[in-house]
């Protein structure tokens, strides 16, 4: 009977890790290091060698590794993640305010979750409340018109959560706004049409619960009154913000015998609405009638006539605002951040014919 021969070892050559599913593991080993370095390496910790920082670094860009900023959190008992909440019908804001953001986290280690909601249900509050403590959020952004409700900030408050509030007027202390006054920029468009000669002028405003319609608005109306110039209730259209309302408004302000000469709609979308009402009857832009709109959206160039409107850097807002709440721990603002709007006169605006 012969013995059995011991069976050869066989050597097992390390697992090379799938290029976009690397673990930290997998970095730790290829690296030859521990865990805890490429932890420190990821997070800039000034006790890692530099040849080791690039050898991790070189390997994490080669197998696309990415760490997850919820683990980051709980490993350092702090959040990665910045919420954007918001409510509001015009899509091309929120994805600017969303670049401007993203902007400002590059290279940060922050990363943005995004949380709409609908601010005229019951218990939207307390949604909020719910999505920042589930994610826990090192802190969130605020739009219009979510950003004017005092209410979710006294929310956010008694949970020790840091807002930032991007408004048309100063609603909170300045370590905690952005302002955008809407107001001068009413004032704006209401100068530059009567300095064209309009007398008859109608408004389209947003939906009254935004804060940044009254500014807009009043900022318009009060402008024209101290040059003289009345804008009676039946030349003012209250609209949603949305393509549709402006449709609607302008067909209403354009029936009139004493039709406007020019309407101020206080978004892009609703004075593209203006075209398409104008279009269908038969009045001519900007020949029989004049259209200033608001926001220099990616729309105001594309239209025909090309639309004169108020430019507000959206993307340059979502970037400030993020840059503010990233430094709201170590060195609060003593003075109120604010980003000014300005006119930008494209072909849609003209003399009044005469009559």
Known sequence: ???????????????????????????????????????????????????????????????????????????FRRSFLIG???????????????????????????????????????????????????????????????????????????????????ASVAMDEPGRMLVTHDRSAGAEAANYLESLG????????????????????????DALAKRGIQVPPERIYEGGYTFESGVAGAEQLLARPDRPTAIFACNDEMAAGVYKAAQRMGISIPGELSVVGYDDSPLASQLWPAL???????????????????????APAAVMTAVTPHLVARDSCLPPQAV
């Open 1 to 75: 009977m012969t013995a059995k021969t011991p069976a050869a070892k066989t050597s097992r050559t390390p697992k090379v890790p799938v290029p976009g599913k690397a673990t930290i593991n997998d970095i730790a080993r290829l690296a030859g290091v521990s865990k805890k370095t490429v932890s420190r390496v990821i997070n800039d910790s000034p006790l890692v060698k530099p040849d080791t920082r690039a050898k991790v670094h070189a390997l994490m860009r080669e197998y696309g590794y990415a760490p997850d900023p919820q683990a980051r959190g709980l490993a």
């Open 84 to 166: 954007l909440v918001f409510d509001n019908p015009t899509a091309q804001y929120i994805v600017n305010i969303q670049y401007g953001v993203l902007d400002a986290l590059r290279d940060s280690g922050y990363e943005l979750v995004v949380h709409p909601c609908d601010s005229k249900s019951e218990g939207y509050v307390d949604g909020i409340r719910r999505f920042v403590q589930q994610q826990k959020l090192h802190g969130v952004i605020l739009i219009p018109r979510v950003s004017e409700d005092e209410a979710l900030a006294e929310a956010l408050r008694a949970i020790d959560c840091r807002y930032v509030r991007i």
């Open 198 to 221: 309009h007398r008859r002028i109608g408004l389209i405003t947003g939906p009254k619960r935004y804060r940044s319609s009254i500014e807009r608005g009043e900022g318009f109306v």
């Open 308 to 330: 004169s409107t108020i430019r507000l850097p959206v993307r340059d807002v979502g970037r400030q605002a993020a840059g503010l709440l990233l430094t709201q721990d170590a």
